[in-house]
């Protein structure tokens, strides 16, 4: 499999989830290899922080990066859009801390990639051959990720947040390709005891 990146720079406006601040989120091409990299260029200096798990700072409310004391708020949809739609290389300029929130889903990242267009690189793709299990347990949070070797791709999450409104819920993809007509639309949600806090 080939690396691909975006064809051209197509740009997004809106309004942080939790900053609140009027943000524009630009998705530009990127070279062989990039991987994802958040650009904050309303600091001086242009500061990059990679879309790395060693940049993790909080899990809470979103996923959120800091790098330098630069930080990238509430990045799981942008990402998720570009891993959906198997986008290896790419540049995301900011002029705010937190990408806009729009639907508060991935779809209108989606639209956008997909507007813009993606194309081959010459680089073959780097791929993680998953040859026994690994397991991992947040002890504080209760999160658990487990990983299994299989001849074929699936995904499959669970989650229950200890409420009766919402139940046990559970998803399943086989194919990373069904990302957009499967995944892309699911919002992000609040408990009424929360909002207050959010205002």
Request: with cysteine.
């Amino acid at each position: 499999m080939k690396q691909c990146t975006l064809s051209k720079e197509i740009s997004l406006t809106g309004v942080g989830l939790h900053t609140g601040k009027e943000v524009t989120l630009t998705f530009k091409p990127a070279p062989e290899n990039t991987g994802y990299i958040f650009v904050r260029n309303d600091i001086e200096g242009s500061p990059i922080i990679e879309a790395d798990a060693n940049y993790v700072t909080n899990t809470q409310r979103g996923t959120n990066l800091e790098k330098n004391g630069v930080k990238i708020q509430t990045s799981e949809h942008v990402l998720a859009a570009l891993v959906g739609l198997e986008v290896d290389n790419c540049i995301l300029e900011l002029n705010a801390s937190e990408p806009p929130i729009m639907d508060g889903s991935s779809k209108f990242f989606v639209e956008a990639i997909e507007k813009a267009g993606i194309v081959q690189q010459n680089a073959n793709r780097e791929e993680y051959l998953v040859t026994e299990v690994i397991n991992y347990l947040d002890e504080e949070t209760g999160s658990e990720i487990t990983i299994i070797p299989a001849d074929e791709y699936q995904v499959t999450t669970m989650v229950d947040f200890g409420t009766k409104v919402l139940g046990t819920q559970n998803a399943s993809i086989k194919h990373i390709s069904d990302f957009k007509s499967e995944i892309s639309e699911s919002r992000t949600f609040s408990f009424l005891h929360e909002i207050e806090t959010l205002l």
